[in-house]
């Protein structure tokens, strides 16, 4: 029913920039509860950026003015354009949607992408 599909990983030099995108499909019942998540190795999964029920956006703090979270309702497709990248940021960066997100309903389900590796090399 729904499929998100991360694309956009790679490595990159720190400072750089990067862009992930997400293409979903399924997804229809809400244009919130949508945003990524990273893993980095050793460490339990968290979260980047969100739009949160209301359609607000939230940002981890590690990420804070580096990082922006779009989309493109129309292409159904979710961004993140990360800038100033640092080795920290090297992790699996997972495109999700639904109650998955913090404060939205179990009731939309949860979904998640297979992930993208991203690797910031200093």
């Known amino acids: 029913e729904v499929q998100l599909v991360e694309s956009g990983g790679g490595s990159v030099q720190a400072g750089q920039s990067s862009r992930l995108s997400c293409t979903i499909s399924?997804?229809?019942?809400?244009?919130?509860?949508l945003g990524w998540f990273r893993q980095e190795p050793g460490k339990e999964r968290e979260m980047v950026a969100v739009?949160?029920?209301?359609?607000?956006?939230l940002y981890a703090t590690s990420v804070q003015d580096r990082c922006t979270i779009s989309k493109d309702l129309f292409d159904n497709t979710l961004y993140l354009q990360m800038d100033n990248l640092k080795p920290d940021d090297s992790a699996i960066y997972y495109c999700?949607?639904?109650?998955?997100?913090?404060?939205?309903?179990?009731?939309?389900?949860?979904?998640w992408g297979q992930g993208t590796q991203v690797t910031v090399s200093s």
């Open positions: 999700a949607a639904g109650g998955v997100v913090d404060g939205c309903p179990q009731s939309l389900g949860s979904y």
């Open positions: 399924g997804y229809t019942r809400n244009k919130y509860c």
């Open positions: 739009y949160d029920r209301n359609g607000r956006t």
